[in-house]
């Protein structure tokens, strides 16, 4: 088979759009307490609090991250009573983070344990 022969998803180059939004959205997870919010939101829907006693973080520094989350899509927010519960906005999101995490598990395996030379 030559490089000419590929056929599949990864042929033709994705839309302009999309691209923006996926790095927008990459941006947004470059960011271990936002990651983590995410990671958690993916699980549960959970009010600032809840979120800000599990990562051991202030309240306003988990708003402003939630806001951020919210503005790029990644988030959704509904009120119960005195409560804004946030959620991660559908399973493509902890899709996505599986993903990321599965991988950084096995780059750091590689860095660890380098294959040996080869003679």
Not at 12 to 25: K, N, Q, R, S, Y
Not at 32 to 44: A, K, Y
Request: charged fraction near 25%; charge should be neutral.
């Amino acid at each position: 088979m030559y490089a000419t022969d590929n056929v599949g998803p990864f042929t033709d180059l994705p839309a302009t759009e999309h691209v923006d939004v996926a790095v927008e959205g990459l941006r947004m997870l470059a960011d271990p307490t936002r990651l983590r919010i995410l990671w958690l939101l993916c699980g549960d829907e959970l009010d600032v609090s809840t979120l800000a006693e599990r990562l051991g973080a202030t309240r306003p520094a988990i708003s402003q991250h939630l806001t951020k989350l919210r503005l790029a899509g990644l988030v959704t927010q509904r009120r119960a009573g005195r409560h804004v519960l946030s959620r991660a906005r559908d399973h493509h999101v902890g899709e996505l983070l599986d993903v990321l995490l599965h991988d950084a598990g096995h780059r750091r395996a590689m860095t660890a344990h380098p294959r040996a030379e080869a003679p």
